[in-house]
């Protein structure tokens, strides 16, 4: 069984206008308003390509209501943790000649609220996937998926972590199965500015020395490229299309990743063509990536 874990989910308003100026009205040609949040588009993309997960986290408010109604439209399966003050927060992605993006904070999650998703993540079992993905609340300590690797630690679960700095180099002394920071959080960790493709691979090589099993760094445009726990290592240019929309295109390579390898039974190579395919399919739609769509561009690449 899969199981996603968002933190901080939300609802993603994504607007586009001809031109955006800052500290004038700004009036939209274009609106919508989606579920997001990492965990929360992974359980999505699965569901897309096929496959059922259980999304996990924490939701407050009418925003988390509309996040669990669309989740049920979307068929994912979800047993959120339910706040009783606040709401979950609402992120703004506006499209216009850039691309402006306004991440809420979030609600507080109180100790007793934190240990009912950990019972929960208790009753995981060997051969189970868990996907901890996304930034998390203020409020919160960024040992946190530190925290739950450790409490599932020698189980058989494969953890794949999404996340951002600390939230990601705290985890890798528990060896997740796969990490996928885009080249920039990679730079990031390191407080260094990544340009060639042998920078990159030199620091996703020291997230492996500090523990990550297969490192999967994602490019934009430019594709992704993966280092595997046996050494090898794979580049992909991204396939050729029109970008209309890259909120979630992080999270489709991993549904894409995750699909490819449980389809393949362990082929790296197939699992990365097949995460590139759905990062891109969602990169070239308004919504995340559909099958259909997938193995249209994934024809293109292997
Ligand atoms: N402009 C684009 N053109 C083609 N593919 C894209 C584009 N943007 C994203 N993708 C696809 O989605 C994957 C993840 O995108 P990226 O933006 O690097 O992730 P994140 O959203 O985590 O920053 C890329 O590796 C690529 O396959
Ligand atoms: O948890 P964070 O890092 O604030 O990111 C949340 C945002 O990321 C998204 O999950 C999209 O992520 P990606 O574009 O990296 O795939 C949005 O749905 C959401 O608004």
Do not use: W
């Not at 402006?100 to 208790?122: C, H, V, Y």
């Not at 993905?133 to 530190?146: C, F, H, N, R, V």
């Not at 890798?172 to 990490?179: R, V």
């Not at 030199?202 to 990550?212: F, R, S, V």
């Amino acid at each position: 069984m899969i199981y996603t874990v968002t933190f901080n989910p939300s609802l993603d308003y994504i607007v586009r206008m001809d031109k955006f100026t800052a500290g004038a009205i700004n009036r939209v040609n274009y609106e919508q308003v989606l579920a997001g949040g990492k965990g929360i588009n992974v359980s999505i993309v699965l569901k897309n390509l096929g496959h059922e997960s259980t999304a996990l986290g924490f939701l407050a408010g009418f925003t988390g209501e509309e996040i669990k109604d669309q989740l049920k439209g979307f068929g994912v399966k979800s047993d959120f943790v339910q706040l009783e003050k606040g709401f979950s927060r609402i992120n703004v992605k506006a499209k216009a000649d850039c691309e402006t993006e306004i991440n809420g904070q979030g609600p507080d999650i109180s100790e007793a609220k934190r240990e009912e998703l950990f019972a929960q993540l208790d009753k995981l079992q060997e051969g189970d996937t868990l996907v901890l993905a996304g930034s998390i609340p203020k409020t919160l300590p960024d040992d946190i998926y530190q925290k739950i690797m450790a409490r599932l630690d020698g189980k058989g679960i494969r953890i794949v972590v999404d996340a951002e700095k600390n939230l990601l180099l705290n985890v890798l002394q528990y060896h997740p199965f796969l990490i996928k920071p885009n080249n920039h959080e990679l730079g990031d960790m390191f407080g260094v500015k990544l340009t060639t493709d042998e920078e990159i691979i030199t620091y996703a090589k020291k997230l492996q020395e500090k523990g990550a099993q297969n490192v999967l760094i994602s490019m934009a445009g430019d594709g992704a490229i993966l280092l595997t726990a046996e050494g090898k290592s794979y580049k992909c240019p991204a396939p050729k299309g029109k970008l209309i929309n890259s909120v979630g295109a992080g999270d489709s390579m991993v549904a894409g990743f995750i699909t490819g390898y449980m389809e393949s039974e362990g082929d790296f190579e197939k699992a990365f063509h097949m995460g590139v395919a759905t990062g891109s399919a969602s990169a070239f739609s308004e919504n995340l990536a559909t099958r259909p769509e997938v193995e249209a561009l994934l024809k293109t690449i292997a």
